[in-house]
């Protein structure tokens, strides 16, 4: 055999790399893209559906489709991405759609959200704004466009909204409007005209309505003493007969009480979750004074934590909760009938969701999609039994094979099972392969068995994927969840350092590639597991990360919540202990950094400072930042990039 020369062998070596490179990058362009379907909502009528999907850049449009006529769509409006983004649409008639619009804004050095309802025409004409206008003289200024809390079923193009008032200075008239806060009211969507239907309240947060006008439930925030700020705590009450009544208080600090999410009209009950035995369970309570409380739903391991409504009346019909996978229990028999016939005849692994109805609910969108399938639409015909397909989420995928996603458990240190998702490249042996630990956001989250673009991308770069649900994670109840995943850094991180020694000791992960990656509190789970265990991982990519727990409290200063996040992160030694910005010389991996400038979940500021630590004690750092981005990099373009540079980064 001939010896090749030092030349050739560098040569054969750079050209196996950039071919690498290039198949990453291809993939990065097929997984990168937003998903092609991001809202969908089906007219009164059952004829004529509306979606958003990503334009070029930062835009994105809304299309419709009369269904009558094929599926051609026709795109209504557009939004540039500059700063706000179309976030959701619904019908409020046969031809009109009010949507809402969101986004970040910077001002004097400040991150400020901002949103906006306005209705427009199926065919883009007669556009309305719906956002309440700010009168010149207000003591104030919001940003925040208001909701859609009733779609008003039996009055064609009027809404009930819930939108925020700012009072009005006096100068010389007696017109001025005296009163903040936020109030219900019914406004005609084709000209703005709007009348009350509850009046502005300063301390109300929340109005709840029972799908056919009538705001039934009222949330009240509570003050922290004699200050201004938030107390942690919400206070509930229903109408009954012409007055406030008492429903209950939920402290959404402590996870405890009864926290409200619909009124059924047909049983006079209001349906939300309420802790039972450690666990969420489904709760009704009656709110015709009598105080019955009704446990709908509770499961013995995991929170029922899912709420299934239908319809333009939003009406109730089942509660769900995740073990390995989601389970959805419904209380209308049709419908439960309806979603296992769906069930099989789309495929034995699919799930099935209903996700709108025309207005006497006898045409159905539906979504259906599994591990290897992002999801499709269909409409289906109840006379007919029609099941027509509409519309891929990710078209761009179809052609791709996909990792199967497999439950599975993994002893931590202290014996505790923990339970997580591992998926294998397709056609792998699953052996002394390249693997992620790719620990989920939050930590108030958890994965569940689903697809998932960012492993499958992964996946098929050839790399074994595990996401566990580490102990802090939510959906298992409270004795899971510990303090939260901040102040039991030690469990919940420790768990994700366990999850990468199991991918080794198994055989399926090569010590030598063995990586972790994590966005918001995954990639500061992905940080600190290179502290807790510095020999462990050999890269690590961390998107959007918390990286020091005393800056993270100072990050809510000015807002209505620093109490409410002081007593969440906590003190004590853990802030500096479970901080990676200030431990960076135990971290031995390589480090990669990807954050958004416009991020109000976690700033940019975490990222910077990650930088500076590491690179202060000559540790290999990168940072890639986003301009003008938020929190969940919604750009088709930052995407690919950042899936892109990672794949180069992680070693094989």
Same mark, same amino acid.
């Given at each position: 055999?001939?010896?090749?020369?030092?030349?050739?062998?560098?040569?054969?070596?750079?050209?196996?790399?950039?071919?690498?490179?290039?198949?990453?990058?291809?993939?990065?362009?097929?997984?990168?893209?937003?998903?092609?379907?991001?809202?969908?909502?089906?007219?009164?009528?059952?004829?004529?559906?509306?979606?958003?999907? *990503?334009? $070029?850049?930062?835009?994105?449009?809304?299309?419709?489709?009369?269904?009558?006529?094929?599926?051609? $769509?026709?795109?209504?409006?557009?939004?540039?991405?500059? $700063?706000?983004?179309?976030?959701?649409?619904? %019908?409020?008639?046969?031809?009109?759609?009010?949507?809402?619009?969101?986004?970040?804004?910077?001002?004097?050095?400040?991150?400020?959200?901002?949103?906006?309802?306005?209705?427009?025409?199926?065919?883009?004409?007669? *556009?309305?704004?719906?956002?309440?206008?700010?009168?010149?003289?207000?003591?104030?200024?919001?940003?925040?466009?208001?909701? !859609?809390?009733? %779609?008003?079923?039996?009055?064609?193009?009027?809404?009930?909204?819930?939108?925020?008032?700012?009072?009005?200075?006096?100068?010389?008239?007696?017109?001025?409007?005296?009163?903040?806060?936020?109030?219900?009211?019914?406004?005609?969507?084709?000209?703005?005209?709007?009348?009350?239907?509850?009046?502005?309240?300063?301390?109300?947060?929340?109005?709840?309505?029972?799908?056919?006008?009538?705001?039934?439930?009222?949330?009240?925030?509570?003050? +922290?003493?004699?200050?201004?700020?938030?107390?942690?705590?919400?206070?509930?009450?229903?109408?009954?007969?012409?007055?406030?009544?008492?429903?209950?208080?939920?402290?959404?600090?402590?996870?405890?009480?009864?926290? &409200?999410?619909?009124?059924?009209?047909?049983?006079?009950?209001?349906?939300?979750? =309420?802790?039972?035995?450690?666990?969420?369970? @489904?709760?009704? #309570?009656? +709110?015709?004074?009598?105080?019955?409380?009704?446990?709908?739903?509770?499961?013995?391991?995991?929170?029922?934590?899912?709420?299934?409504?239908?319809?333009?009346?939003?009406?109730?019909?089942?509660?769900?909760?995740?073990?390995?996978?989601?389970?959805? #229990?419904?209380?209308?028999?049709? @419908?439960?009938?309806?979603?296992?016939? @769906?069930?099989?005849?789309?495929?034995?692994?699919?799930?099935? =969701?209903?996700?709108?109805?025309?207005?006497?609910?006898?045409?159905?969108? !539906?979504?259906?999609?599994?591990?290897?399938?992002?999801?499709?639409?269909? /409409?289906?015909?109840?006379?007919?039994?029609?099941?027509?397909? @509409? /519309?891929?989420?990710?078209?761009?995928?179809?052609?791709?094979?996909?990792?199967?996603?497999?439950?599975?458990?993994?002893?931590?240190?202290?014996?505790?099972?923990? $339970?997580?998702?591992?998926?294998? &490249?397709?056609?792998?042996?699953?052996?002394?392969?390249?693997?992620?630990?790719?620990?989920?956001?939050?930590?108030?989250?958890?994965?569940?068995?689903?697809?998932?673009?960012?492993?499958?991308?992964?996946?098929?770069?050839?790399?074994?994927?595990?996401?566990?649900?580490?102990?802090?994670?939510?959906?298992?109840?409270?004795?899971?969840?510990?303090?939260?995943?901040?102040?039991?850094?030690?469990?919940?991180?420790?768990?994700?350092?366990?999850?990468?020694?199991?991918?080794?000791?198994?055989?399926?992960?090569?010590?030598?590639?063995?990586?972790?990656?994590?966005?918001?509190?995954?990639?500061?789970?992905?940080?600190?597991?290179?502290?807790?265990?510095?020999?462990?991982?050999?890269?690590?990519?961390?998107?959007?990360?918390?990286?020091?727990?005393?800056?993270?409290?100072?990050?809510?200063?000015?807002?209505?919540?620093?109490?409410?996040?002081?007593?969440?992160?906590?003190?004590?030694?853990?802030?500096?202990?479970?901080? *990676?910005? =200030?431990?960076?010389?135990?971290?031995?991996? *390589?480090?990669?950094?990807?954050?958004?400038?416009?991020?109000?979940?976690?700033?940019?500021?975490?990222?910077?400072?990650?930088?500076?630590?590491?690179?202060?004690?000559?540790?290999?750092?990168?940072?890639?930042?986003?301009?003008?981005?938020?929190?969940?990099?919604?750009?088709?373009?930052?995407?690919?990039?950042?899936?892109?540079?990672?794949?180069?980064?992680?070693?094989?």
């Amino acid at each position: 055999m001939r010896k090749l020369s030092k030349k050739i062998i560098i040569s054969i070596l750079l050209a196996g790399v950039a071919s690498t490179a290039a198949s990453a990058n291809e993939q990065a362009k097929i997984f990168g893209q937003m998903p092609a379907v991001a809202d969908i909502s089906l007219s009164p009528d059952g004829k004529k559906i509306a979606f958003i999907s *990503p334009g $070029p850049g930062t835009r994105t449009d809304l299309y419709s489709i009369d269904l009558d006529k094929g599926n051609s $769509p026709l795109r209504v409006t557009t939004s540039s991405g500059e $700063p706000d983004n179309l976030y959701w649409c619904g %019908w409020t008639s046969d031809i009109r759609l009010a949507c809402k619009t969101v986004g970040t804004t910077e001002y004097a050095g400040q991150l400020y959200s901002l949103s906006k309802v306005f209705a427009v025409n199926m065919d883009g004409s007669d *556009p309305q704004l719906l956002t309440k206008k700010q009168g010149q003289n207000a003591l104030g200024y919001s940003l925040g466009g208001g909701d !859609i809390i009733d %779609w008003l079923p039996g009055e064609e193009n009027k809404i009930m909204m819930s939108r925020y008032h700012l009072a009005e200075e006096k100068i010389g008239t007696r017109i001025a409007k005296t009163k903040n806060g936020l109030a219900a009211e019914i406004i005609d969507t084709t000209n703005g005209r709007a009348n009350y239907a509850e009046r502005p309240s300063e301390e109300a947060v929340e109005y709840i309505t029972d799908g056919i006008g009538n705001v039934r439930i009222k949330g009240m925030r509570t003050k +922290l003493g004699g200050t201004e700020l938030d107390s942690g705590e919400i206070k509930y009450f229903y109408e009954l007969d012409g007055k406030w009544a008492s429903l209950g208080e939920l402290n959404y600090a402590n996870r405890t009480g009864f926290n &409200p999410y619909a009124v059924d009209a047909a049983t006079n009950r209001a349906f939300g979750f =309420q802790p039972i035995d450690g666990r969420k369970a @489904l709760v009704a #309570i009656a +709110l015709d004074g009598s105080g019955n409380e009704e446990v709908v739903l509770k499961h013995d391991k995991v929170d029922v934590n899912g709420l299934i409504r239908i319809g333009r009346k939003n009406r109730v019909v089942g509660g769900s909760y995740a073990l390995e996978k989601r389970t959805g #229990i419904y209380f209308d028999t049709e @419908l439960a009938n309806l979603a296992s016939a @769906l069930g099989k005849a789309l495929g034995e692994d699919y799930s099935v =969701q209903f996700s709108d109805a025309n207005l006497d609910e006898s045409k159905l969108l !539906i979504w259906g999609g599994s591990d290897i399938d992002p999801g499709q639409y269909f /409409l289906f015909d109840k006379a007919s039994k029609e099941l027509r397909p @509409l /519309l891929g989420v990710r078209p761009s995928l179809e052609n791709s094979k996909l990792g199967r996603v497999k439950p599975i458990s993994y002893p931590a240190a202290d014996g505790t099972m923990i $339970p997580g998702y591992l998926t294998l &490249p397709p056609d792998s042996t699953g052996k002394n392969i390249p693997a992620i630990v790719m620990p989920h956001g939050g930590p108030e989250s958890r994965d569940e068995w689903g697809f998932n673009w960012l492993a499958q991308f992964y996946v098929s770069q050839g790399f074994a994927v595990l996401q566990p649900n580490f102990r802090g994670s939510a959906g298992y109840g409270d004795e899971w969840y510990k303090k939260n995943g901040f102040q039991s850094w030690r469990t919940s991180v420790g768990d994700v350092t366990d999850a990468g020694k199991w991918l080794v000791a198994q055989g399926i992960a090569k010590p030598s590639a063995l990586s972790i990656v994590g966005w918001s509190y995954g990639g500061y789970a992905a940080l600190q597991s290179a502290v807790l265990a510095p020999d462990l991982f050999k890269a690590v990519v961390a998107i959007a990360p918390v990286t020091d727990l005393l800056m993270l409290k100072n990050d809510s200063k000015g807002y209505y919540d620093q109490a409410v996040v002081r007593d969440y992160v906590g003190a004590g030694p853990h802030i500096k202990e479970g901080s *990676p910005a =200030q431990n960076a010389t135990v971290i031995k991996a *390589p480090v990669m950094l990807f954050h958004g400038e416009y991020d109000r979940n976690v700033e940019i500021r975490h990222s910077r400072a990650m930088q500076d630590s590491l690179k202060a004690v000559s540790k290999p750092v990168t940072f890639v930042e986003y301009k003008g981005l938020e929190h969940s990099l919604r750009n088709s373009a930052a995407r690919i990039d950042m899936l892109t540079k990672s794949a180069a980064f992680l070693p094989k």
